[in-house]
């Protein structure tokens, strides 16, 4: 079956960096493109990045532009989210998802909080 398994999270200071991993099995990770979305309270999950199956094409909220970097290392099954120049706006779930079939699948999420 199809898992997502999400770390990285953590509590950081505004300015601060991070960097997600979500790690695939159950699928042929290399052949589907993956996602990274986020959560914070009281608002809707909302899309922050997705990658190509080769890792070549990259697509980000304009929210998180410049200051994340989505990356895939297809020999490790494993996704990745570089994020620098953090802010507190920036605290939420981060999920990460893949879509097989017409079914999307889920991480359990990563915690990042962004506070001085």
């Known amino acids: 079956q199809v898992q997502l398994v999400e770390s990285g999270g953590g509590l950081v200071q505004p300015g601060g960096s991070l960097r997600l991993s979500c790690v695939g099995s159950?699928?042929?990770?290399?052949?589907?493109?993956m996602s990274w979305y986020r959560q914070a309270p009281g608002e809707e999950r909302e899309l922050v990045a997705h990658?190509?199956?080769?890792?070549?094409?990259?697509s980000y909220a304009d929210s998180v532009k410049g200051r994340f970097t989505i990356s895939r290392d297809n020999t490790k099954n494993t996704m990745y989210l570089q994020m620098n120049s953090l802010r507190p706006e920036d605290t939420a779930v981060y999920y990460c998802?893949?879509?097989?079939?017409?079914?999307?699948?889920w991480g359990q999420g990563s915690q990042v909080t962004v506070s001085s």
């Open positions: 998802k893949v879509t097989k079939g017409a079914t999307n699948y």
């Open positions: 159950g699928f042929i990770f290399r052949e589907y493109v």
């Open positions: 990658i190509g199956w080769s890792g070549d094409a990259t």
